[in-house]
Structure formats: C-alpha cells, structure tokens
C-alpha cells in the first residue's frame, strides 16, 4: 500500500485553523492580562498607553502557536506520526513561542 502525498488532496480547512488561532489568541490575551492587570502605578516613563504593545503582540504568539498546532496535526494525519510525539513538541513550541510573545510585549516596561 502506497501513500498519496499530494498535497492538494487535503486542502486547508479554513474554520479549523481560525477555531485553533482564536484558541491560541484567548490563551495569549488571558496570560497577558494577568500581568497587565496586575499593574496599579505604572511609571511614567512608560506613557499612557503602555499596555497596548503587551496586549497585541502576546495573543499574536499564542494565535501563531494555535496554528502551528493545526498544522502539526495536518501532518500527523497525513504521516502517521506519533500522537504523543507531535502533541509535546506543539506544547514545547507553544510554551515557548508564548513566553517570547510575553517578553517581546512587556520589553521595556515590566520585563526591564
């Protein structure tokens, strides 16, 4: 039994990888919130407006990382790998792929 791995054959499924950014998007806002939130004073130094950065470039990365994951899972049923294998290294990128979006975001402010 041969494979077919032509790509055109499973096209991308444009409501799924909207449904997993906007998961990646919500995980991203609710994380940085907790930091943004958390702020009482800010310094003046920081301006008025100090939260918008954090609050459009860290639900960016989580988005970016919901769509790595639906991606990754493209290839897992295309190929066959292993679950348990793909779901971790789409954790791992995640996670980390999270926390540059949260230091690119608060970089200069509360990241100092």
Known sequence: MTQDLNLTNNPIQPSALVKRML???SIGLAVILFFVLGVKHPRAEWGNLWMIRPLIITP???ATGGAV?????RLRQQYGWNKVLINT???IICF???WMGIVLGLVGTLWN
């Open 23 to 25: 998961i990646g998007w």
């Open 89 to 91: 290294l789409c954790g």
């Open 96 to 98: 980390i792929g999270l």
């Open 60 to 62: 960016l990365a989580g």
């Open 69 to 73: 994951v639906y991606f990754a899972d």
